[in-house]
């Protein structure tokens, strides 16, 4: 993740995706992409578009299986 990376400058679905991560990363210890699909509502190009799009920027990263989250700065509810 880029320093000084604004989190304002993610979009609606991937601040989504990132709850829907965050949420299961917690229960879980990491997130795996069919539960994704399922919490998330979302088509599965669309979440893979937006999971790359996290990975990119270091806010979530790959874990085993599945994705967990990556370094951040900022709080998210879930």
Do not use: C, W
């Not at 400058?9 to 994704?36: C, W």
């Not at 979440?47 to 996290?54: D, E, M, N, W």
């Not at 979530?60 to 879930?78: A, C, I």
């Amino acid at each position: 993740m880029s320093e000084g990376h604004d989190v304002q400058a993610l979009s609606n679905v991937d601040i989504h995706v990132y709850e829907a991560v965050a949420s299961q990363a917690v229960e879980s210890g990491g997130a795996r992409f069919d539960l994704l699909v399922r919490a998330s509502g979302l088509a599965e190009d669309e979440l893979r578009k937006s999971l790359a799009r996290l990975i990119e920027h270091g806010y979530v990263v790959p874990k085993g299986d599945g994705y967990g989250l990556g370094p951040h700065t900022f709080e998210v509810e879930y």
